[in-house]
């Protein structure tokens, strides 16, 4: 069976199942974003590819995959593995922070303690076209904050460069990114890049992620040539896409944009980011505050440093909150996993014991 770019071509591309990772994208010749889009350059011989194998929407074992990042299997079903949940904030946010400027704060006290030299963050252009970009810097990791809530081929940027010397390495991404990176990480065909190097993942929550140029296009419809500024999306049960376009603050029905959500986000197993050191999300209900799920030894050492320098401020997360995200992350597998039956196209290898957990309530 070919497991090279012809397969990623027929499987993942040509069925509208891409995820806007970047994990393919500047590995050789033939692949390349353009405007936000993945193209084919060339066709390749290869019939096994690193490109087919770091993909998110190929065949990937989760209960190998957990157990080479966290050193068991993939036993905890809800959330990922958790160590520690908890409310977050930063102290002193930065400006366009999404919500507590967690992620954002994190990166720049990892940056300057020195355990990691470089990231991979995402930025937007003045398009809002969402780019994996590398930060060395606070006035770098500041000009990234913020969400924007199209996905945008982040990876590339690790597997583009450059690097300098033996940077360590941290990234910032959504599930299907981390996902991705993992499966780097694990590859025996992994050699050239420097995924060796990445010391520090940080998990964005994501529900969906919408598709670039059709978002682009009603944005344009609806609000011509002002600067968009802001997106948010407010938690169930309101539903609304907040924009800032100019000075002003517009409230957008998100049945409006569901349209533009991508297809590969419907088939996604993960809304918390789990095979990452740290996930951080919102809070419903508290604004400016993170939800922060630590998941690793080296998250837990980020967070305490975080809280023992000044960096952030922390609570207990509500039980109420707790069991509330929960919920929705196992939502978010269930409808993943019976569109995935529906299709009859399983990307995902799960033993029947975590495969019947998820769908219990779905029914055969
Ligand atoms: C597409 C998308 C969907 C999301 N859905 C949910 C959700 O359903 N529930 C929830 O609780 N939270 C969701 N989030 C996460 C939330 O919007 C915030 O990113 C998170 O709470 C961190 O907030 P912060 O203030 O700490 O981030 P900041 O300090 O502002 O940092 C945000 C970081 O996000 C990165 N980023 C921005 N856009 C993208 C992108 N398109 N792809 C990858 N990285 C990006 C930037 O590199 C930046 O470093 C989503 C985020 C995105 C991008």
Redesign the pocket.
């Known amino acids: 069976m070919n497991k090279g770019l012809k397969a990623l071509e027929k499987k993942v591309l040509d069925q509208g199942q891409c995820a806007a990772c970047g994990a393919c994208l500047s590995l050789c010749p033939y692949l390349r974003s353009w405007r936000g889009r993945a193209v084919k350059l060339d066709d390749c011989d290869l019939t096994e590819g690193r490109c087919f194998s770091f993909c998110p929407r190929t065949e990937v074992d989760l209960d190998a995959l957990h157990r080479f990042i966290f050193g068991k299997g993939y036993e905890d079903i809800e959330t990922g593995p958790v160590r520690r949940v908890l409310m977050a904030r930063?102290l002193a946010?930065?400006g366009?922070?999404?919500?507590?400027?967690?992620?954002?704060?994190l990166?720049d006290l990892a940056l300057g303690e020195g355990l990691i030299h470089a990231t991979v963050?995402?930025?937007?252009d003045g398009e809002l076209l969402?780019q994996g970009r590398i930060a060395r810097r606070r006035e770098e990791?500041i000009s990234?904050?913020?969400?924007?809530?199209?996905?945008?081929y982040?990876l590339e940027a690790l597997n583009r460069g450059p690097w300098e010397g033996e940077e360590r390495i941290g990234v910032?991404?959504?599930p299907c990114?981390v996902l991705a990176l993992s499966r780097m990480k694990a590859s025996p065909l992994e050699k050239r890049t420097p995924v060796d190097r990445v010391e520090l993942v940080i998990g964005?929550?994501?529900?969906?992620?919408?598709d670039y140029y059709p978002f682009m296009k009603f944005l344009k419809a609806r609000f011509g040539d002002r600067q968009i500024s802001k997106m948010?999306?407010t938690?169930p049960p309101e539903r609304f896409l907040h924009v800032t376009a100019g000075e002003e603050r517009h409230v957008i029905p998100l049945d409006e944009v569901r349209s533009f959500i991508r297809p590969s986000c419907q088939v996604c197993l993960d809304?918390t980011g789990e095979l990452s050191d740290l996930s951080?999300?919102?809070?419903?209900g508290e604004e400016g505050w993170?939800?922060v799920i630590i998941r690793s030894p080296k998250g837990e050492d980020l967070l305490r440093l975080a809280e023992s320098k000044g960096v952030l401020e922390t609570r207990k997360y509500p039980d109420h909150k707790w069991v509330h995200l929960k919920e929705a992350s196992i939502l978010k597998k269930r409808r993943a996993l019976s569109a995935l039956r529906a299709s009859g196209e399983n990307y995902l290898i799960l033993s029947p014991k975590v495969t019947d957990e998820i769908l219990r309530e779905v029914g055969p």
């Open positions: 930063a946010p930065a366009r922070a999404q919500n507590g400027g967690v992620v954002s704060a990166v963050l995402t930025e937007r969402p990791v990234c904050a913020g969400s924007s809530y199209a996905a945008g982040t910032v991404g959504l990114q964005l929550f994501c529900t969906w992620a919408l948010d999306i938690p809304m951080v999300g919102t809070v419903e993170n939800t």
